[in-house]
């Protein structure tokens, strides 16, 4: 295995996800590619751009999303894994999918929330979404909610 590919939202669960595929890294002495999929930019009507303070609103949330990002990497690397920090916008299974294939991973991580199947229902589930649309093995990482 020489690339595997762990799928974090920045939530409490990413610790879980990032220890689980670290582990698997270091074992195998592959890359762990974190990539983290920021929301695309917000459309808004009647402004080509968008206002300045919208614009530096979200420029500052992307960067501290990917310091966070990069400070995850740095821990990993610590701890002998050959880490590597992402952060692409897009909407959130088609850009991991697309990461996945372009990354050529053997392995996917994504971490459950464990919410309900009500907010499945109306809101989905990426995990599910992932599955149902990758050949690549996946590993899942209930939250301990779930668990």
């Not at 698997?24 to 009647?46: F, N, S």
């Not at 400070?71 to 990993?76: F, I, P, S, T």
């Amino acid at each position: 295995m020489k690339n595997i590919l762990a799928a974090v939202d920045l939530s409490p669960i990413t610790q879980e996800v990032l220890r689980m595929a670290g582990d698997l890294a270091r074992e195998r002495g592959a890359t762990l590619w974190i990539v983290h999929v920021a929301a695309p930019d917000p459309d808004l009507v009647g402004f080509e751009p968008g206002p300045q303070h919208i614009r530096d609103h979200r420029a500052h949330e992307l960067r501290d999303e990917h310091q966070e990002l990069q400070r995850l990497a740095g821990e990993r690397t610590a701890d002998g894994v050959d880490a590597r920090a992402l952060l692409v916008q897009g909407p959130t299974v088609a850009t991991i999918l697309d990461q996945a294939e372009r990354l050529q991973v053997e392995l996917v991580v994504l971490g459950s929330h464990g919410h309900g199947a009500l907010h499945r229902l109306f809101v989905g589930s990426v995990c599910q979404q992932v599955l149902a649309a990758t050949r690549t093995p996946l590993l899942i990482v209930p939250s301990p909610a779930s668990a």
